[in-house]
């Protein structure tokens, strides 16, 4: 019995290592694509700043837009509809108000994330093909004052009411254009200090909505590691 218990003590330690091997790799890769992130953004500010001029004022358009940014980017990294996330919920919540969401992303521990990608961006085609400077002035102001809009609005919406929802982190309101994002914080710095603010929502670009989902598959592979040990 005793030889026994060795060979098992033995065989698990051996797991442990080579669980904590496979948990270094991880952080590695994990480390390497945060240092692609800078490389993507520059990217995605190009591409994305041409897109502008074909959705120029249509915000049925930009909204449907957003919605594929953010699932593209979800399956890409292996999120499966159904499994990890649920999209287009639409349910009356405990305070009687109907609720509909872009995106359920679930969460270790049965907490889900809120995801939104329906930003505005009117204001910033004008700001993008401005030709004098006092249109594009107004034009950007209004784009920052949609910004904070969308947040105060999505912070009032209690998305924790419903059914659907155990325990809500916060929602993560994402700009899927990457310059309509970085223009608006270095026109508007107090913009940051405004929606950092507010701990119910966090609004994130496209690479930083990213590296927000290598991190939550990060903590779905620590769970899964330690339900094996157990």
């Not at 120029?56 to 399956?75: F, H, I, K, Y």
């Not at 155990?166 to 970085?182: G, K, Q």
Request: aromatic fraction near 6%.
């Amino acid at each position: 019995a005793t030889e026994a218990l060795s060979n098992s003590m033995d065989q698990y330690a051996k797991a442990i290592q080579e669980a904590d091997k496979a948990d270094s790799l991880r952080v590695l890769g994990l480390e390497k694509e945060i240092g692609n992130m800078s490389v993507l953004g520059l990217t995605l500010a190009d591409e994305t700043r041409e897109l502008t001029l074909a959705l120029r004022g249509d915000s049925q358009a930009q909204g449907a837009w957003g919605e594929v940014v953010v699932e593209n980017l979800l399956q890409s990294m292996g999120f499966e509809e159904g499994r990890d996330y649920i999209k287009q919920l639409s349910e009356t919540g405990e305070d009687r108000k109907r609720k509909r969401t872009d995106f359920i992303l679930n969460l270790p521990g049965n907490r889900q994330v809120v995801i939104d990608s329906k930003v505005s961006l009117t204001a910033y085609t004008e700001y993008v093909n401005a030709e004098d400077e006092e249109v594009s002035t107004a034009a950007m102001k209004s784009h920052c004052k949609s910004i904070r809009k969308h947040v105060e609005v999505l912070a009032s919406k209690n998305y924790e009411h419903m059914e659907s929802i155990n325990t809500l982190d916060f929602v993560l309101m994402v700009v899927p254009l990457e310059s309509a994002f970085i223009d608006a914080m270095r026109v508007d710095p107090g913009l940051y200090e405004d929606i950092v603010a507010d701990r119910r929502v966090k609004v994130v670009s496209g690479t930083s909505f990213r590296l927000a989902l290598l991190l939550i598959q990060e903590l779905w592979k620590r769970e899964n590691q330690s339900r094996n040990q157990m």
